[in-house]
């Protein structure tokens, strides 16, 4: 059975750089059928994707992100990363990552984790 | 604001059906048949009802259904049952550069 678990700092400065991993674990992440995302939820909205990395490494950003976000990852560790860079209060979230099956589809999810972003 | 519109809130008695819209514009869900819906309870991680505007996930039953016209998507889930109470959202491709965006979610209450 696949899983996804979330890993950072719960807690951000205003500024500085908000840094995830999402460890995978019943799969391996260079498996060429699937793609690896990155999902954020703001305490009581609505969901918004961050961005994706392919098997091979290629990155999708939101256009609305894309000047500040940057996902990698690193197979031998089989986990995949997210760095958003001069975060703002707006940051404040659930971070999800997520296995994509198909175009905006993601079939297994982390549980999630809140990262505030506050001085 | 979010890129796709869905209706705040629906209701419906256990048993019947209840419908959610979904509506986009040709560059993403009238563009694509790549639209997804997703079930969130309280507190939890959303889960995949379906994929590809009708496909379902093994597991989810049979009682969901989706299907899309023009620029509007919809979810329909037949025999309401009290665990069918949560937020659902729509998901749609954008294009390559943009390969997911979100409706705001509907609120299903069953009453």
């Known amino acids: 059975q696949l899983q996804l678990q979330e890993s950072g700092p719960g807690l951000v400065k205003p500024s500085e750089t908000l840094s995830l991993t999402c460890t995978v674990s019943?799969?391996?992440?260079?498996?060429?059928?699937?793609?690896w995302a990155w999902i954020r939820q703001p305490p009581g909205k609505g969901l918004e994707w961050i961005g994706s990395?392919?098997?091979?490494?290629?990155?999708f950003y939101s256009p609305s992100l894309k000047s500040r976000v940057t996902i990698s990852f690193d197979t031998s560790k089989n986990h995949f990363s997210l760095r958003l860079s001069s975060v703002v209060v707006a940051d404040t979230a659930v971070y999800y990552c997520?296995?994509?099956?198909?175009?905006?589809?993601?079939?297994?999810w982390g549980q999630g984790t809140l990262v505030t972003v506050s001085s | 604001q979010s890129a796709l519109t869905q209706p705040p809130s629906a209701s419906g008695s256990p048993g019947q059906s209840v419908t959610i819209s979904c509506t986009g514009t040709?560059?993403?869900?009238?563009?694509?048949?790549?639209v997804s819906w997703y079930q969130q309870h309280p507190g939890k991680a959303p889960k995949l009802m379906i994929y590809?505007?009708?496909k379902r996930p093994s597991g989810v039953p049979d009682r969901f259904s989706g299907s899309k016209s023009g620029n509007t998507a919809s979810l329909t889930v037949s025999g309401l049952q009290s665990e069918d109470e949560a937020d659902y959202y729509c998901?749609?491709?954008?294009?390559?550069?943009?390969?997911?965006?979100f409706g705001g979610g509907t609120k299903l209450t069953v009453l």
């Open positions: 990395i392919s098997y091979s490494g290629n990155t």
């Open positions: 997520a296995r994509t099956i198909a175009a905006a589809a993601w079939d297994y």
């Open positions: 019943g799969g391996s992440i260079s498996s060429s059928n699937y793609y």
């Open positions: 998901a749609s491709y954008a294009g390559s550069n943009n390969l997911g965006v």
């Open positions: 040709n560059s993403d869900v009238g563009g694509y048949n790549y």
């Open positions: 590809e505007v009708t």
